[in-house]
């Protein structure tokens, strides 16, 4: 395997020196494959930086399959009990021991050594096993493969051009691919969709006479166990096949569809499978001709299943040419509307992708009721690492809280993560070509963060920041740690503070999404409103005098949702239209809580920057001057937030600020 050592880029969380522990000691690896080939590779190249290799001293580290391995090796651990991707770890007598029934889970038991680091090769421990909580853990690249005149290269990227695309050709950069499947590795994710989801007329090609590009990135990638996805137009049969219709019962259309698959297959034996986003913001569907989102979806299962492939089906369909008029219509309810009356319809490689919130990535949703609502259909819950609506990468905003909020949710007698295992968890990429492959460094730590709740949900999402630090910059001073946790522990919850209340949303520009614009959206059709007049705020989906969006939740939340007494306040205004004046449970009005947060969030930012200037000296300069720079434009951005949502409400409100600060 090629080195291709990476000058240009910013390491992430796997610099050499993260490798110092393993690569140290003497270690043996048994097995063989792609992927354990992979992992004798990270171990040489370790052992050859930091001294370790056989030369006499006692094995520390053995990393092997079981079938492979010494019986002594294999004691304790049952073969066949570990899965495809899952290992045991322990230590005993003097060696630690990773052993796996997979490649798979070798190559990911490797990277659980290096966050280890030296307490991997400490005291003894008992016999740990380490399983994926989620069978998929997925990014969706919104990459253009040309740059497309509205969306540009990357559509809702803030990090440079792709990775994979340029100039309308696979960019075929063999080093920067290998660099970030292997970053993708270390955190246990396991696939990825390389083009958008809103299919234009140069990515359908990918599917055909194209298809060599995605083979070539699926090559580079399957050494470190990444499958390759491919986002599909549902008109590819009219746009690519000549036929007259895309009408997936026709059976010249399936017969298409299952031809074009098996061309995949032969060329990308482990292709992973499609992505679908159908019926939705102008994209074909199966609306056209009459039939179901089951239809469609499963017309590709059907041509999937030969090969072991999925198709991950997009949920997120609702009218976005709504009347702003009519506050019957509710987009909220949309997603369940339209499939939960399918449950138990789709095929078993059918996977119904469904956003963690029933409007769109918004800092501060309820967790859909759709994941609760079809217990017979496999679903992902599909998440926005890229932070479209939360700073878009130019502020920080540590996201690993408030996923881990949503996985942990009870919906229903499962928690959200149990809901999704066996479909899985599914995100848009945070990356580009920048140097730092996420814009601004800090953000890594969101990327990091997704593979590794994807993983296991139930870790704290404190401390896989922790994990993240001790990688990034590893042998770094107290104070930098610190400091980072200062500044990103609880950034999400800064960046709400600044920005949209009480679960409102959407007080963003239109188009671009950044910076604020209460009335931006608020008479447009996308169905993002707010309805903020001279008496109050909140859209009222109650079913008593709403649209009846809480009637979709299994109870209790029903019950809690539907009623102001019991509603959180963190969600008041998704879920009610209440008066100015309408007291919160933490005792202060709706109108004082709106200018207390704003300028709360104002000053936690400049805390922020001020906190990032005690570790001048302790990191990189340039990666100092990036996190510099973005934090003078946060405090930009959070002083514009505070100044235009004050004053909006207190001129429709007329209540001044009861702490008498100034208000333009």
Known sequence: MATDDLTDVHPAWLPPEAFRPLGSRRVEVYGAGTLVETVRHEVDQACARYGGGDDGRSVELVLALAAAAPA??????????????????????????????????????????????????????????????????????????????????????????????????????HARVRAYGRLLAATGINAVAVNNVNVHQTEAHLLTDRLDEVAWIADVLRPYGIRVHLSVSFAAPVLLGGLPSADPLDGEVRAWWAATTRRVYARIPDFGGYVVKAD????????????????GANMLADALAPHGGVVHWRAFVYNHRQDWRDRSTDRARAAFDHFAPLDGQFRDNAILQVKYGPIDFQVREPVSPLIAAMPRTRL?????????????????????????EVLRFRLSEQTVAGLAGGGGLVAVSNVGDDPFWTGHPLAQANLYAFGRLAWDPELDPVSILDDWISLTFPGGPDLLRQTLHEMMDDSWLTYEQYTAPLGVGFMVRPGHHYGPDVDGYEYTPWGTYHFADRDGIGVDRTKATGTGYTGQYPWPWSEVYESLESCPDELLLFFHHVPYGHVLHNGSTVIQHIYDTHFAGVERVAEMRSAWERVTGLVEPALYARVAERLDEQLRSAEEWRDQINTYFFRKSGVPDAKGRRIY
Request: aromatic share 10%.
């Open 280 to 295: 939705s913001e102008g994209q074909p569907g199966p609306f056209g001709y009459g039939r179901s989102h089951a239809d």
């Open 72 to 173: 002594e090796v294999r004691a304790g651990v049952t073969p066949g009990a570990l899965g495809a991707e899952g290992f045991a770890l322990c230590r005993r007598g003097g060696v630690t021991v990773v052993l796996a029934d997979e490649p798979a889970g070798l190559l990911y038991g490797l990277f659980h050594v290096v966050r280890l680091g030296e307490s991997a090769f400490a005291a003894d421990r008992p016999v740990q096993l380490h399983r994926p909580a989620m069978r998929w853990r997925m990014l969706d690249h919104w990459d253009n493969v040309a740059v497309h005149p509205v969306m540009g290269q990357v559509e809702r990227g803030y990090s440079g051009g792709s990775i994979f695309w340029q100039d309308g050709r696979a960019r075929r950069d």
């Open 380 to 404: 992902a819950v599909e998440f926005q690492v890229t932070q479209e609506y939360t700073g878009q990468q130019r502020h920080v905003c540590y996201l690993g809280p408030m996923w881990s």
